[in-house]
């Protein structure tokens, strides 16, 4: 058995640059890691959610749906928990590299630079001042290259011991490219059969007993949608 000074998580760069169907996350409030990976190279694509019915996995989801960006189920062949479990398999393993390309960042949209930022911004301001739309959310990109000695299982790991009551994942396959995130927001949980989900908006501070009219207004039109 590894002791705690035996476990490196650069290890999960090894998967990444293998381009290989793995998912490592954790758990608001726990310190149990969860690990899945998908043995062939066989993505289970999907045009639907309903089409997750039966299936099992980890689901990879853009904001809309398509044939271009359809939703990836990272297929649970091997499931394991703990960090134990999981340094143990991944130290006896011998994994190849995925035939499939990496997907290419570099034709995706972006809002880099100040000039593409502020034509959007244009647009969504006359959105809101029409009054066609009460919230809109303009995200910035940036394109880095990666440096050699980023590692991204060195990063999951800080995120958790800097976030321990959010929702931490790094994963990866061939059709999505490398995601690694950290959020509090619950999008659903199940329990006997029971669904349940939490909208979530607005910002304040810890300190701050009570919410102010913008973060209520916020909140309000999430719980509305």
């Known amino acids: ?20 169907y793995f998912a490592l996350y954790r758990f608001p409030g ?12 066989n993505a289970v694509s999907l045009n639907t959610f309903s089409g997750l019915n039966g299936k099992s996995g980890f689901v990879i989801a853009p904001f809309h749906i398509s044939k271009n960006n359809p939703l990836i189920l990272i297929q649970p062949d091997v499931v394991l928990k703990g960090e134990n479990s ?10 190849g590299k995925t035939v499939k390309n990496q997907v290419n960042i570099s034709n995706q949209p972006s809002a880099s630079t100040i000039e593409q ?17 009460q919230k809109l959310v303009l995200s910035r990109t940036f394109d880095y290259e ?4 980023l590692s991204l299982g060195s990063i999951f790991k800080k995120a958790c011991e800097t976030y321990p009551f959010n929702f931490i994942f790094l994963c990866n396959t061939p059709e999505t490219g490398t995601w690694i995130g950290i959020s509090p927001e619950l999008l659903i ?13 607005g910002t304040k501070d810890m300190k701050t007993e009570e919410w102010d009219e913008k973060n209520r207004n916020e909140q309000q039109i999430v719980v509305d949608y």
């Not at 999981?86 to 994994?95: A, Q, R, T, V, W």
């Not at 990666?146 to 000695?149: E, L």
Request: aromatic content about 14%; proline content about 0%; some cysteine.
């Open 1 to 20: 058995m590894m002791s705690i000074q035996d476990f490196d998580y650069r290890i999960f760069d090894s998967l990444v640059d293998k381009n290989v």
């Open 30 to 41: 726990q310190q149990e890691l969860h690990f899945i990976l998908q043995n062939d190279n």
């Open 86 to 95: 999981i340094f143990e398999y991944l130290s006896n393993e011998k994994f």
């Open 117 to 133: 930022y502020s034509s959007k911004f244009d647009i969504f301001h006359s959105a809101l001042k029409d009054g066609r739309f």
């Open 146 to 149: 990666r440096i050699h000695s």
């Open 189 to 201: 949980s199940e329990e006997n059969g029971n669904c349940k989900t939490v909208a979530l908006a």
